[in-house]
């Protein structure tokens, strides 16, 4: 009778024949089970008309792989390269208008984040867009200088922003 063993490729070598064959027969079917299973945990996708959830959250991530990049090397994690930064600052400017667009009536569905307050509140949440837009100029602005401290401050500003929007308008999936 197989072992404990076969489930994790332990046989005994002189038992080899029937049980090698078994043991892969008895594997294979669990580990595509266990592979459709890890697939199916994914994320939802959305299918709603325009997908505005959908295009709000690829803009947000953009953002992230500006945003991050500077803080590693106002962290000192990655060396200080003045182009590079300015270039990730002036992309999260750009970028800093565009998601707020996608926040339509009737987008508040999974997987969306965003907490019913975006549309109740409507003046707030824009507040907290401008907020967001003014700190990303003003990062931008002080990417130009090359001032370590100024540059900390209006990067401080901006996660400040982030973190106050998400505090007050994201939540967990719906």
């Not at 824009?126 to 200088?145: E, N, P, R």
């Not at 900390?152 to 929007?165: E, I, L, M, N, T």
Request: net charge positive.
């Amino acid at each position: 009778m197989p072992g404990f063993g076969i489930w994790f490729g332990k046989t005994d070598k002189v038992a080899l024949g029937h049980q090698y064959r078994l043991k892969w027969s008895l594997r294979a079917p669990l580990i595509l089970l266990a592979c459709f299973a890890m697939a199916a945990c994914g994320p939802a996708k959305d299918t709603h008309v325009g997908q505005p959830g959908t295009k709000r959250k690829l803009v947000f991530k953009q953002m992230l792989r500006n945003f991050e990049p500077m803080g590693l090397m106002l962290r000192g994690r990655k060396p200080y390269e003045k182009d590079r930064f300015l270039r990730y600052a002036v992309e999260l400017q750009t970028l800093s208008t565009q998601p707020w667009q996608y926040f339509t009536p009737g987008s508040n569905y999974s997987p969306t984040r965003a907490k019913s307050e975006v549309w109740q509140k409507p003046a707030q949440f824009k507040q907290a867009q401008q907020v967001f837009i003014a700190a990303s100029a003003q990062l931008a602005d002080s990417a130009k200088t090359g001032d370590m401290d100024v540059i900390r401050a209006s990067y401080g500003k901006v996660a400040d922003s982030c973190k106050a929007c998400h505090r007050d308008f994201r939540g967990g999936p719906h």
